[in-house]
């Protein structure tokens, strides 16, 4: 399972709804909305990743807003 399709997987099981990409420099960028719990879940997730991931470094920033989209996407 690559990067992208761990992180909707895993923010589906959280229901949290939002969009992962990757970026042009191999990093990725994704965009999370939800309970607070399981914001905080995703999070802690993310230091890992899926199985054969290799994550060197997270950055985050909360922020207040409205739920928009309906399910968690993959942008290309």
């Known amino acids: 399972m690559g990067f ?3 992180v909707r997987t895993r923010a ?3 229901q949290l709804v939002g969009w992962v990409r990757n970026l042009p420099d ?3 960028e ?3 909305m939800g309970k607070k719990i399981s914001l905080d879940q995703m999070l ?3 230091y890992s990743g899926p199985r ?3 994550v060197t470094n997270v950055e985050y920033e ?3 807003g409205e ?3 309906d399910e968690f996407q993959i942008k290309l």
Do not use: S, Y
């Open 52 to 54: 054969m991931a290799k």
């Open 26 to 28: 191999n990093r990725v």
């Open 4 to 6: 992208r399709d761990g």
């Open 30 to 32: 994704a965009l999370f």
């Open 67 to 69: 739920l928009l989209p």
């Open 62 to 64: 909360w922020q207040q």
């Open 12 to 14: 589906t099981q959280l």
């Open 44 to 46: 802690e997730w993310c």
